[in-house]
């Protein structure tokens, strides 16, 4: 399996952006997909997950009520929707995929696939 995510880019703190993260295998729906960032000289970290359906979500506290991960099975994509974007929202985004996962609360273990990133840049 093969992602590529992109969309990232500079915003003013309180912008928006919408990431995309491009999948290759037409049956992504056996994989629970999930979105993590990592800023410069920290961990990487979860920040939303997706169910193979579509139908469950969740997400880190740090951004819940601001980003909105959704997944389009046909095309086949999952996006992250950022709102009111904040300075500490500053990171390299990645798109993963895992097969193992049985829920959506996701940690850097489950995932069986990464994408390349995509940087996310907010200026103060």
């Known amino acids: 399996v093969q992602l590529q995510a992109s969309g990232g880019g500079w915003v003013q703190a309180g912008g928006s952006l919408r990431l995309s993260c491009a999948i290759s295998?037409?049956?992504?729906?056996?994989?629970?997909m999930g979105w993590f960032r990592q800023a410069p000289g920290k961990e990487r970290e979860f920040v939303a997950g997706?169910?193979?359906?579509?139908?469950?979500?969740y997400y880190a506290a740090s951004v819940k009520g601001r980003f909105t991960i959704s997944r389009n099975l046909v095309k086949p994509t999952v996006d992250l929707q950022m709102h009111g974007l904040m300075p500490e929202d500053a990171a390299v985004y990645y798109c993963?995929?895992?097969?193992?996962?049985?829920?959506?609360?996701?940690?850097?273990?489950?995932?069986?696939?990464w994408g390349r990133g995509t940087l996310v840049t907010v200026s103060s």
């Open positions: 997706i169910s193979r359906s579509g139908g469950s979500e």
């Open positions: 993963a995929a895992s097969w193992r996962a049985r829920n959506t609360f996701l940690e850097e273990n489950d995932m069986d696939y």
């Open positions: 295998e037409p049956t992504n729906r056996r994989y629970v």
